[in-house]
């Protein structure tokens, strides 16, 4: 009896050894990553996920060998807790501490969104070519909203005027600048944005810039339309003052503004030159046949040139010429024969 006790305890003893055994090659093989691949998968944490969820999908998607293991694994090593939710890239190939590491960093795929540069000076309708070209978004839809926008109140978008004479609704409402949206933005949404950065922008102006506009008997739309001028016109920034003196003069003594870019702003794509018929064309915008201010801007203007709409040079200049010698800088006259000369100096200095 005794020898069969002996015996049996010794067999017993085997089969836990072997089962021990079996189990850790079971544990090890489990835990050894996945034969490398480049195809990406993408594995989903929703917040509130626990790791047994995490499991079965890095199994299903063939990122690891066992959702069990590795669960087990997570509570030996005491990781999850930090785990960030979203949504990740992984490729096989990976072992579970980098994949463990992975997910404490949070290196969640980053959502593709929507990135648009407004260049100062743009239309609204290069702004919704541009986003036809880059996102597809539908040109006549944003045109439509564009004309029907009505900016909340107390917005600078709410005072414009109810001028059926205006080309488009918000010319010169949507700001200059580097806007990112997360995919899926509606063109409205971008609209709302970009008017919303004006009223930002113009909180950087100084203080006094409202009164100062109304003792020049100016409207905050007057001033848009008068700064998109000034934008088109100037390409040397110290210039854009001088410019804007320019304009304030010839309005005080009402002289035409008589500027080409108010003609320009007729034809969807701007011409190379522009000849005598372009100048003859009937519209309130053709600042050759009309005094005044055109019935809005004509772009978007920088916050340089609202500076410089507000603030103008104090100047007897009614006259400036561009020089034809490639700085695209101008020379400036107070009288027309003066203005005569520069025009002759400057094709002198026409480049051959």
Request: charged fraction near 25%; avoid cysteine; hydrophobic fraction near 35%.
């Amino acid at each position: 009896m005794k020898r069969v006790w002996i015996w049996g305890t010794i067999g017993l003893v085997a089969i836990v050894a072997g089962a021990g055994t079996g189990f850790g090659w079971y544990v090890t093989r489990s835990l050894q990553p996945m034969p490398a691949a480049e195809t990406e998968q993408r594995i989903s944490l929703p917040p509130g996920a626990g790791t047994g969820q995490l499991a079965a999908e890095l199994e299903s998607k063939g990122i690891i060998r066992s959702a069990r293991v590795f669960t087990w694994y997570l509570k030996y090593k005491q990781e999850g807790g930090r785990f960030q939710a979203g949504e990740y890239a992984m490729k096989p190939g990976l072992s579970p501490d980098e994949i463990i590491e992975h997910l404490n960093r949070g290196d969640t795929v980053k959502e593709t969104g929507i990135r648009l540069t407004v260049p100062e000076g743009f239309t609204v309708r290069q702004i919704a070519e541009k986003l036809q070209q880059q996102e597809g978004v539908d040109l006549q839809q944003f045109m439509n909203l564009v004309q029907g926008y009505k900016g909340p109140e107390g917005s600078v978008a709410a005072q414009i005027p109810a001028d059926t004479s205006l080309r488009s609704r918000l010319e010169g409402y949507l700001f200059p600048e580097t806007y990112e949206w997360k995919k899926g933005t509606s063109p409205q949404e971008m609209i709302e944005t970009m008017t919303q950065e004006l009223d930002k922008k113009l909180g950087q102006l100084p203080q006094d810039w409202k009164q100062t506009l109304a003792q020049r008997g100016l409207t905050v739309h007057q001033m848009l339309t008068l700064a998109s001028l000034i934008e088109r016109e100037v390409v040397v920034e110290d210039e854009r003052a001088l410019v804007s003196g320019v304009i304030h003069n010839r309005l005080k003594q009402g002289m035409p503004l008589q500027i080409d870019a108010t003609v320009q702003y007729l034809f969807d794509k701007p011409k190379e030159r522009l000849f005598e018929k372009d100048l003859q064309i009937q519209s309130p915008y053709n600042t050759y046949l009309n005094k005044g201010l055109p019935p809005g801007p004509i772009a978007s203007p920088s916050l340089a040139s609202i500076k410089a709409a507000i603030y103008p040079a104090d100047t007897k200049y009614l006259f400036y010429v561009t020089k034809k010698d490639g700085s695209k800088a101008h020379l400036f006259a107070e009288t027309f024969e003066q203005h005569k000369k520069n025009i002759t100096e400057s094709a002198k200095s026409a480049k051959p």
